[in-house]
């Protein structure tokens, strides 16, 4: 009279049985290459609306202002660069705190973006 309810249990038992999936190594991602011949390629969209879709948003970046325009420029890109982007938006000049709109800019801030 035992032996059917150990096989109601054995049957449970049997049933509820768990499945543990191996661990699959993949491949690591894909770097795209964002220094060609020694520069920075950084592709620049005015807002951030323009951006392909899918693209992943890494943030501001900020840099301090250079002895010119162009060398601030340069540097934005390369730290966009660092930060693993490939493109920004928004770009804007930053004044001191308090500072008026005759006094010269302090930093340049971009949004950096890593294209899809």
């Known amino acids: 009279m035992k032996t059917p309810g150990l096989l109601v249990v054995l049957a449970?038992?049997?049933?509820?049985?768990?499945?543990?999936d191996p661990?699959?190594?993949?491949?690591?991602?894909?770097?795209?290459q964002r220094y060609v011949d020694g520069e920075c390629s950084v592709q620049?969209?005015?807002?951030a609306s323009d951006v392909p879709?899918?693209?992943?948003?890494?943030g501001w970046v900020k840099v301090e202002r250079q002895e010119t325009?162009?060398?601030t420029f340069d540097k934005l890109r390369e730290a966009i660069c660092k930060k693993g982007?490939?493109?920004?938006?928004q770009m804007h000049w930053l004044r001191a705190a308090g500072a008026?709109?005759?006094d010269q800019p302090?930093?340049?801030e971009a949004n950096a973006w890593e294209l899809p």
Not at 23 to 32: I, L, R, S, T
Not at 44 to 47: A, G, L, S
Not at 85 to 89: E, H, L, P, R, T
């Open 69 to 71: 325009d162009e060398a």
């Open 85 to 89: 982007g490939d493109a920004m938006s």
């Open 100 to 102: 008026s709109v005759a």
């Open 23 to 32: 661990v699959v190594k993949k491949d690591p991602p894909k770097v795209k």
């Open 106 to 108: 302090v930093e340049l």
């Open 53 to 58: 879709a899918g693209s992943k948003s890494l």
């Open 44 to 47: 620049d969209f005015p807002m």
């Open 12 to 20: 449970l038992a049997g049933g509820c049985r768990t499945q543990i």
